[in-house]
């Protein structure tokens, strides 16, 4: 599980790296149990917002360079979608790590596929203003250090991506069901195999003639 590293030929040592250790096997078992999106969102709000407040309390340099950087990459992706997906993860992960808070950093790593997986889908719902339009509010308010401000904006960006995921899964749905309709109206179409055409022609029974003596 990544507690123990060993060396053939020289020992077994405790993994120092402490940010690797469980998080493979967890990172498995997040997406063997089938998570949905629905519920990693309803996570994040849970969150977030919270990690965004002790960013703009807590931020260092480093921090803020991080996420100036992933606003200008995002601003540069244009129509190259890793790019802007690259860009929008870094935001999010440069937040946790500016919250400060250790174990919050490495939980990072154990839904950060997921989370991912989640920003693939939703890109591809909006354009790249859209995305910059939540992601720089954000920016200012963790700059002008100011918490309330920062989870609010933080609320409303997963909020709407919440109602993306929504309004695709009802597309999606739709579409399943306009397909089915028209599989079953095809079907009900289809013509009538005709029967069969006689090959010999019928005789008629001849009665037999009666003689009356």
């Known amino acids: 599980?990544?507690?123990?590293?060993?060396?053939?030929?020289?020992g077994s040592y405790l993994n120092k790296d402490a940010s690797s250790v469980l998080a493979v096997p967890m990172e498995f078992l997040f997406l063997l149990d089938d998570t949905s999106l629905q519920?990693?969102?309803?996570?994040?709000?849970?969150?977030?917002?919270?990690?965004?407040?002790?960013?703009a309390e807590r931020a260092n340099s480093q921090h803020i360079a991080l996420l100036r950087q992933s606003i200008v990459d995002l601003e540069q992706s244009k129509h190259?979608?890793?790019?802007?997906v690259a860009a929008?993860?870094?935001?999010?992960?440069?937040?946790?790590?500016?919250?400060?808070?250790?174990?919050?950093?490495?939980?990072?790593?154990?839904i950060h596929r997921a989370m991912l997986n989640m920003i693939m889908v939703t890109s591809q719902l909006v354009d790249l203003e859209h995305t910059l339009h939540f992601h720089k509010p954000i920016l200012d308010a963790i700059e002008q250090r100011n918490p309330e401000l920062a989870a609010r904006l933080m609320t409303d960006h997963l909020n709407d991506a919440q109602d993306l995921l929504l309004h695709s899964r009802d597309q999606e749905r739709s579409r399943k069901?306009?397909?089915?309709?028209?599989?079953?109206?095809?079907?009900?179409k289809r013509p009538a195999k005709a029967a069969p055409k006689s090959t010999g022609r019928s005789k008629a029974?001849?009665?037999?003639?009666?003689?009356?003596?």
């Open 1 to 10: 599980m990544g507690v123990i590293t060993q060396k053939v030929g020289d």
């Open 80 to 84: 190259d979608r890793v790019k802007l």
């Open 88 to 110: 929008d993860i870094l935001f999010h992960r440069a937040i946790f790590q500016a919250s400060g808070n250790r174990l919050v950093g490495r939980l990072f790593h154990t």
């Open 39 to 55: 519920e990693l969102t309803e996570m994040r709000l849970m969150m977030e917002p919270a990690l965004a407040a002790k960013a």
């Open 205 to 213: 029974k001849k009665t037999p003639t009666r003689i009356h003596s």
């Open 177 to 188: 069901l306009r397909d089915h309709l028209a599989a079953s109206s095809s079907l009900h």
